[in-house]
């Protein structure tokens, strides 16, 4: 799959001088690693640093948008970072399994779908992460304003 994307990122002040009103704000963020030979893994790391300088844990989180690089991928991620448990938040609109890994708009597609389906529900914190190439990974974690 292929596919492009862009997500616009600026301050609250320039938010406010060009008067348009955010969707989010960025509450933490992470990259993580691990051996390539486990590729994919690289979410939980990332996740883990992203939650812990936010203060939150998995169970503070309102909504997951998490990569499905493939179905075991996202098992595992699943179920090393505890949200196998509380599936009716993560990717509630299907994953990159069914919507589609359009590999380099990816990122931006996981995001995107998190603040829409956050914006829907009225949620508050939501969590998005993927892994990448070589076994790395990151993670964002967002509030809605």
Known sequence: NDGAAAV??????????L????????????????????MGLGPIPASRKALE???????????IEANEAFAAQS?????DLGWSD???????NGGAIALGHPIGASGARILVTLLY?????GSKK?????????GQGTALIVEAI
């Open 53 to 63: 300088k936010a203060g939150l844990t998995v169970d503070d989180i309102d909504l």
């Open 86 to 92: 509380k599936m009716e938040k993560v990717n509630v």
């Open 19 to 38: 008067g348009i009103k955010p969707m989010a704000k960025v509450v933490s963020y992470a990259s993580g690693g691990v051996d390539p030979s486990v």
């Open 8 to 17: 616009i990122v600026m301050s609250k002040e320039k938010a406010d001088e």
């Open 117 to 121: 389906e956050m914006q829907k529900r």
């Open 75 to 79: 098992i595992a991620v699943g179920r």
């Open 126 to 134: 939501g969590l998005a992460t993927l892994c990448i190439g070589g």
